[in-house]
């Protein structure tokens, strides 16, 4: 069985990139063909992805407690930035779909889609006006969140009326030379494409993680702990991928699916986390790991070489897993 500790049962959601206020276009991508369209435009480094249907989020009673996990203070700042153009970011935007290129997900660093309802000759006429910062790539134009001289600005790009990019500099570059054919996009990784066609349609909120990037997410997770210098290496090793999907209902109930590399493996993740959730039941020592109460919700499934945890829980308790802000 791997070395590892512990897993992290984590429901990373996706950030919401803002829009342009809707005038009436031609119709936007019909439900969950942004993460196709995704995995032809971002670059094939990408190791992370996460899907978000906020048209569908928006119909739930929830929404209000979701929004506000859907959104960094980064992001906070960039809707009050375009509101002045007449921008109302919580009714244009269907769908979002975000990558990370290194192997750590968090509220920075991200690059991404999004569908809905654009105006992108108004936005170029705004920035003209307000002589803010545009680059010019590859026959687009970037328009800067910010001075445009940082490394780490976020600037945002459109394919068309109903489609935007937006990341940092390089990234987006990146994604516009994977679009137009100049790089390899992520369409060329055949397991991702198979893994986003068993995800689409399947939940408002999924997304898919390398083995690397399981690792490091169980090892941000136990940090917090108390629980030092714990090997998770092999857990990389071990696990190909990990995909998960998100429903909202009066709370949240989550599927992962581990995809190991063998059927052993898996069976070995399976009987890790029994032990865990029995250690969980004994009082803490001191010094010794602390783990979340929401362990003991985790049920398990094994089919072959993956494994599936099923967790739920209310709103509130996604903070115990996630920090609010998509981090």
């Known amino acids: 069985m791997p070395s590892v500790r512990t897993i992290r ?50 119909s739930l009673a929830i929404y209000p407690e979701i929004r506000q996990r859907l959104l960094n203070r980064q992001l906070h700042a960039f809707e009050d930035f375009l509101r002045p153009m007449g921008i109302d970011p919580d009714k244009d935007i269907d769908e979002v779909m975000l990558g990370w290129r290194g192997e750590m997900m968090g509220p920075s660093g991200y690059l991404g889609l999004a ?39 976020i600037f945002f790009t459109f394919f068309d009326n109903s489609l935007a990019a937006f990341g940092r500099q390089a990234d987006l570059k990146a994604m516009i030379d994977a679009r137009l054919g100049s790089a390899n996009a992520l369409n060329a990784n055949s397991d991702y494409v198979n893994w986003q066609g068993e995800l689409d349609g399947t939940a408002p909120q999924w997304g898919i993680l390398n ?88 049920e398990t499934h094994r089919d072959g070489a993956r494994l599936e945890l099923d967790v739920s829980g209310p709103a509130e308790m996604l903070d115990r897993i996630l920090p609010q802000g998509g981090g």
């Open 9 to 58: 049962s984590i429901v990373p959601v996706g950030l919401l990139f803002a829009g342009l206020a809707a005038i009436p276009f031609p119709a936007p991508l019909a439900a969950d063909q942004l993460p196709g369209e995704a995995l032809s435009t971002f670059p094939a480094d990408t190791q992370q992805v996460a899907f978000t249907n906020l048209a569908a989020l928006r």
């Open 115 to 153: 569908a809905g309802r654009f105006q992108p000759n108004a936005i170029k006429q705004y920035f003209a006006r307000a002589g803010l910062p545009v680059r010019e790539y590859n026959g687009s134009e970037l328009y800067a969140f910010g001075s445009g001289a940082d490394a780490n600005d």
């Open 211 to 298: 083995g690397k990037s399981a690792s490091n997410l169980a090892g941000g997770w136990l940090a917090p702990s108390g629980a030092k210098n714990i090997d998770l290496s092999s857990l990389a090793r071990s696990v190909r991928a990990l995909l998960y999907r998100v429903q909202w209902d009066s709370g949240f109930s989550t599927q992962l699916f581990m995809v190991c590399t063998t059927p052993e493996n898996a069976a070995g993740f399976a009987n890790l986390i029994g032990m865990l959730q029995q250690a969980a039941k004994q009082p803490p020592s001191p010094g010794g790991l602390v783990l979340p109460p929401i362990l003991q919700s985790i």
